[in-house]
Nanobody, 122 residues
């Protein structure tokens, strides 16, 4: 059974940091790209960052470049999203997903986690 389990969300003040984790199981981790997406109330799901598990190549949305860092621990089948200098507009439910292509197009992803809430207060 494929599972993606996010953790690490919470409430933080603007300027603070959080680290999200995405633990994957049930598929060959090295064959997939893991992406982070977010969705705020009333808004469409937005691609944040992704990493190819085999080569470690990364990609970031312009809105988070320089503030967020994605990394992968292949021994643990886990991907992390370190979020620094958080802003109120980063408030959303954050999802991780697994897909075959290094893209921030959500339609390209096959498996999804249940999401974790990140709230940034001003």
């Amino acid at each position: 059974e494929v599972q993606l389990v996010e953790s690490g969300g919470g409430l933080v003040q603007a300027g603070g940091s959080l680290r999200l984790s995405c633990a994957a199981s049930g598929f060959t981790f090295d064959d997939y790209t893991i992406g982070w997406f977010r969705q705020a109330p009333g808004k469409e799901r937005e691609g944040v960052s992704c990493i190819s598990s085999s080569g470690g190549r990364t990609y970031y949305a312009d809105s988070v470049k320089g503030r967020f860092t994605i990394s992968s621990d292949n021994a643990k089948n886990t991907v992390y999203l370190q979020m620094n200098s958080l802003k109120p507009e980063d408030t959303a439910v954050y999802y991780c997903a697994a897909g075959r292509r290094r893209t921030l197009n959500a339609a390209r992803y096959d498996y999804w986690g249940q999401g974790t809430q990140v709230t940034v207060s001003s």
